[in-house]
C-alpha cells in the first residue's frame, strides 16, 4: 500500500521561503512520476510541479522561477523548495505519486496516490 506524507508546511510573510517534502512508504518515488498539486479554499486543485528524473521538470507557469522540485533517491522524498511566496501561494499542498514507469503529468486525473496535504499560508 502507498502512503504519502507531507510535512514542511507553515506561515511566512510574503518573500518568505519554505521547502516541502513528501515522503513515500510502499513505493520508489524514483519510479515514476511525482506531483505537487495545490488547493486553495473555494478553487480547484492545481497543478504546481512535477517531476520524473532529476531532468524531467514541469512547473506552473504561476511558480515558475521560484518553486524548484527535486527528489532524494537515498531518503525517497521528493521536495518542492518555494522562494518568493505571495499571498496567492496560500493553499494546502498535496503530494501525489503516479504507476510505476509512468512519465510525469500535469494533470491531477493521472495521479492515483495521494497525500493528506500540508498548509502553506502566505501573509501580506
Known amino acids: 500500500q502507498v502512503q504519502l506524507v507531507e510535512s514542511g508546511g507553515g506561515s511566512v510573510q510574503a518573500g518568505g521561503s519554505l521547502r516541502l517534502s513528501c515522503a513515500a512508504s510502499?513505493?520508489?518515488?524514483?519510479?515514476?512520476?511525482v506531483g505537487w498539486f495545490r488547493q486553495a479554499p473555494g478553487k480547484e486543485r492545481e497543478f504546481v510541479a512535477a517531476?520524473?528524473?532529476?531532468?524531467?521538470?514541469a512547473y506552473a507557469d504561476s511558480v515558475k522561477g521560484r518553486f524548484t522540485i527535486s527528489r532524494d533517491n537515498a531518503k525517497n522524498t521528493v521536495d518542492l523548495q518555494m522562494s518568493g511566496l505571495k499571498p496567492d501561494d496560500t493553499a494546502v499542498y498535496y503530494c501525489?505519486?503516479?504507476?510505476?514507469?509512468?512519465?510525469?503529468?500535469?494533470?491531477?486525473?493521472?495521479?492515483?496516490?495521494w497525500g493528506q496535504g500540508t498548509q502553506v499560508t502566505v501573509s501580506s
Open positions: 510502499g513505493r520508489t518515488l524514483g519510479n515514476g512520476g
Open positions: 517531476i520524473r528524473s532529476g531532468d524531467d521538470t
Open positions: 501525489a505519486v503516479r504507476g510505476y514507469w509512468s512519465p510525469l503529468s500535469t494533470s491531477a486525473y493521472d495521479y492515483p496516490y
